[in-house]
């Protein structure tokens, strides 16, 4: 009787793409801990279980594969949550920083800043990538929560204020520097949701200074 093959492609695929992915995985480790130039081929195919072959058969080169492992990071730290939509201007500013320098101050975004610095030169798509598809995705999201507060009149419209989405940029860009440049200078960092609120809150008042909130009438 001959067998039935229904549904075999389909496992088979499932049993490549799982394959696929704990390769992306383990090239993540070494990409990591050595860079680019530092990982070895050999050492992520031994690791597997298996010979280089077993990679060129998923994918065609170290740099396909180095992309892959960015792809997959980029996907984590993804922006997919919705602006705050609860408090006042001030405190739904002071929401939003908040999550995104906690979402920044991971391991995996930290990673892929460190390799951005490390192998900007080499793979200029790589800073590109990570700004299209998280920094930017942030500016976008927070000028849409920024054009809403203006809409509503919780924050006063100036002559000379900058667009929205300028202003986004830099609102986040104020949230991250001290930060930032902390960690890259590899001083002591307190990045506890404590100290990352505070520091969201000071941001958030320094910009809203230049920005400007609507008083409030005296009744």
Request: hydrophobic share 45%.
């Amino acid at each position: 009787m001959p067998r039935n093959l229904d549904g075999e492609a389909p496992r088979r695929g499932i049993k490549r793409e799982e394959r696929r992915c704990a390769i992306v995985t383990i090239a993540q480790r070494h990409f990591a801990e050595h860079g680019f130039g530092g990982a070895s081929m050999s050492a992520i195919a031994a690791e597997i279980g298996g010979s280089k072959a077993t990679l060129w058969a998923y994918f065609q080169s170290k740099e396909d594969l180095f992309a892959a492992a960015l792809s997959a990071w980029l996907d984590e730290i993804e922006p997919r949550s919705v602006a705050p939509s609860q408090g006042d201007a001030r405190q739904r500013l002071i929401d939003y920083c908040t999550a995104f320098m906690s979402a920044m101050l991971t391991p995996v975004a930290e990673t892929i800043f460190r390799l951005i610095v490390a192998e900007g030169q080499r793979f200029p798509e790589l800073g590109r990538a990570y700004y299209r598809r998280v920094l930017l995705a942030h500016h976008l999201m927070l000028s849409e929560l920024l054009e809403g507060q203006l809409r509503a009149g919780r924050l006063l419209p100036r002559s000379r204020a900058p667009s929205s989405l300028r202003a986004a940029e830099q609102l986040l860009e104020i949230c991250m520097c001290r930060l930032l440049v902390r960690r890259v200078c590899g001083l002591e960092l307190d990045s506890s949701a404590d100290a990352i609120a505070r520091e969201a809150a000071e941001a958030v008042d320094m910009f809203l200074h230049g920005y400007g909130s609507r008083p409030r009438r005296a009744r």
